[in-house]
C-alpha cells in the first residue's frame, strides 16, 4: 500500500485506510485562491498567511477512507457496470475539523483566513482520494486486471442518486461520512467514487502507469 497508510477492516468487508501524507505545493494553495501560476508572484502577505495556516493542518485534517471490491453481479445492474468482472467502490474524506474552523472564519469576520483553510483542504481531499486510487489500482494488477479511471456519482452517466448503492457497499460509518437527502456527502470535504476492473485491458480508459 501506498507509505503511510494504515489498513483496517470493518463492516461490509470494506478495507480502512487513515493517516495519508500530504506535500503542500503553495502555488497551488494560491492558484485555488484565484491566482495564476507562473505569472506573478503572490503579495507577500498572502503568501505569509498561507505558510502561517500551514502550520494548523495536522490539527485540523483527520482524513479516513473506506472502499470495497465487489463482483459485478453484487452491483446494483447500472450500465456503468457493463463488461466489468470486479468493482472498487470507495469514498474519502478529510473530516469535519477543518470545514468547522472555515464557518468560524466567515462568522467572525475573516474571510481570507477561511478561503486559505477552505483551499487547504480541497487540496488534502484530492491528495486523499489519489492515495487511495494507487492502492485501488495495485489490487486490480495484483488480480491480472485491468482497472478504468476514477469515476464519481454525478459524472459521466453515473446519476448522482447512485450514491445511495455506492454508501450501502461502503462502511461510510467508519470514516464518519454521510448522506443528505440530496446525495450530497457530509463532511463536504469528502469524495466518492468506483473503478472498473476489465479482463481486457482495451476496455480500460486509465492510461498506463497512471
Not at 26 to 53: N, T, W, Y
Not at 56 to 66: C, N, Q, S, V
Request: charged share 25%; glycine share 8%.
Amino acid at each position: 500500500m501506498p507509505s503511510g497508510l494504515i489498513e483496517i477492516f470493518g463492516m461490509n468487508e470494506s478495507t480502512i485506510l487513515e493517516d495519508f501524507s500530504y506535500s503542500w505545493d503553495l502555488g497551488k494553495i494560491c492558484v485555488r485562491l484565484g491566482g495564476r501560476r507562473g505569472l506573478r508572484p503572490a503579495p507577500s502577505l498572502l503568501m505569509e498567511q498561507i505558510q502561517e495556516l500551514e502550520k494548523f493542518l495536522p490539527e485540523l485534517l483527520r482524513p479516513r477512507a473506506a472502499y470495497t471490491i465487489i463482483d459485478r453481479g453484487e452491483t446494483n445492474g447500472h450500465p456503468i457496470f457493463d463488461k466489468a468482472v470486479k468493482v472498487a467502490l470507495g469514498l474519502s474524506t478529510i473530516g469535519p475539523a477543518l470545514e468547522t474552523e472555515v464557518e468560524r472564519s466567515f462568522r467572525g469576520g475573516d474571510p481570507l483566513r477561511g478561503l486559505i483553510l477552505d483551499a487547504f483542504g480541497s487540496e488534502a481531499i484530492v491528495q486523499t482520494f489519489r492515495q487511495i486510487e494507487r492502492r485501488i489500482v495495485d489490487d486490480a494488477l495484483r488480480l491480472g486486471l485491468w482497472p478504468s479511471k476514477r469515476f464519481s456519482p454525478g459524472y459521466k452517466g453515473w446519476p448522482l442518486e447512485e450514491q445511495r448503492f455506492l454508501f450501502s457497499r461502503v462502511d461510510a460509518a467508519a470514516v464518519g461520512v454521510r448522506l443528505n437527502d440530496a446525495c450530497m456527502m457530509i463532511p463536504r470535504k469528502s469524495n466518492s467514487f468506483r473503478i472498473n476492473f476489465y479482463a481486457e485491458r482495451s476496455l480500460s480508459t486509465r492510461r498506463p502507469a497512471s
